[in-house]
């Protein structure tokens, strides 16, 4: 499985920006997807997760409620909807995408990685 995100930019605080990430190989679609990001000296945090039929999701406390993921299946694409965007949300950001069904939060448990885009929110 390949991914490539994009949509990442430079947003105002209290803006907004949706991400995606197309995915191609076999089975792209049954795969649980989710979304980290990065600033620079710190380990990757989990952003959001949701299962292969779109149905589950979860989310970091720091993003419920400004944050949706979702995906389209037909398209083997991801997305990120960031709302209320807030300077601390300035970072990479990374999808990747998980075998097992079971959603999950820890980078440990994801198979597949793809390149991160940058999102900048200036204060």
């Known amino acids: 499985v390949q991914l490539q995100a994009s949509g990442g930019g430079l947003v105002q605080a209290g803006g907004s920006l949706r991400l995606s990430c197309a995915a191609s190989?076999?089975?792209?679609?049954?795969?649980?997807m989710a979304w980290f990001r990065q600033t620079p000296g710190k380990e990757r945090e989990f952003v959001a997760t949701?299962?292969?039929?779109?149905?589950?999701?979860s989310y970091a406390d720091s993003v419920l409620g400004r944050f949706t993921i979702s995906r389209d299946n037909a398209k083997n694409t991801v997305y990120l909807q960031m709302n209320s965007l807030k300077p601390e949300d300035t970072a990479v950001y990374s999808c990747a995408a998980r075998q097992s069904g079971q959603l999950a939060v820890a980078t440990r448990y994801y198979d597949y990685w793809g390149q991160g885009t940058q999102v900048t929110v200036s204060s």
């Open positions: 949701v299962s292969s039929s779109g149905v589950s999701t």
């Open positions: 190989g076999r089975a792209s679609s049954t795969y649980v």
